[in-house]
């Protein structure tokens, strides 16, 4: 049973490329936002409204994919 319904996507631009949200609401009443980087990939935030979670994640993407840029970046380094 899913219980997640898509309520809104929008795209989001994070230093000169866009970024697919979209957002689900719960049973709960608890909003989600998700962007899938790829199947395995996903940046998740929530609230609890759909206004809160998007807030949130728009906020906090940036940084999420900074983290991955760093840490792939730090991999290559190490291994030359």
Do not use: F, W
Not at 34 to 60: E, F, M
């Amino acid at each position: 049973m899913n219980t997640e319904m898509l309520v809104h996507t929008c795209r989001i631009d994070v230093a000169g490329s866009e970024y697919e949200v979209l957002v689900y609401s719960r049973l709960d009443g608890i909003h989600i936002a998700k962007t899938y980087l790829s199947p395995s990939d996903v940046i998740i935030n929530d609230g609890p409204s759909l206004a809160d979670a998007l807030a949130r994640h728009t906020q906090l993407l940036p940084l999420a994919l900074d983290s991955r840029r760093m840490l792939r970046d730090y991999r290559r380094n190490s291994l030359n």
